[in-house]
């Protein structure tokens, strides 16, 4: 596994301001984004997957209360809005080593995290994790 782009540079506002205020409307509490459903876009950072895991929402929505669940998924469709350019602006050709070397687009905002939302706390984890979480394969 090579170093996190996104760790390094960190994300476009646009897409940092859904993240903070789906968090906000889930008092803070990012285990429903981070586990379930929206596992690939806010914990792997996948943002380009929206649209996948509202396709297959359903299938790892089990574990979260109704509420979370609208969360989670206005998080994901308010993704679909931002432009693709932002969306997918970690460079095609990084090297999973240096991102240094791979700076951000100069036309997008960025704000930096000490370290990537993802990665800035251990999200709390559901009691049933195995069947929460969804794989990488």
Not at 64 to 86: D, G, N, T
Not at 100 to 125: G, L, R, V
Request: charged share 30%.
């Amino acid at each position: 596994m090579g170093i996190c782009w996104y760790c390094h540079w960190g994300w476009p506002k646009a897409i940092k301001d859904i993240y903070e205020k789906a968090l906000e409307k889930l008092d803070g509490n990012d285990s429903p984004l981070h586990y379930g459903p929206a596992h690939i876009v806010w914990e792997d950072e996948n943002f380009d997957s929206a649209q996948w895991c509202l396709d297959n929402f359903d299938e790892y929505a089990d574990d979260l209360s109704e509420e979370e669940k609208v969360v989670v998924r206005w998080s994901l469709e308010q993704l679909l809005l931002v432009p693709a350019h932002i969306i997918n602006s970690q460079p095609e050709d990084y090297d999973d080593e240096h991102p240094e070397n791979f700076p951000p687009p100069k036309d997008i905002e960025w704000e930096k995290y000490e370290e990537s939302p993802s990665m800035a706390k251990e999200p709390s984890a559901p009691e049933n994790t195995s069947e929460a979480r969804l794989t990488d394969s």
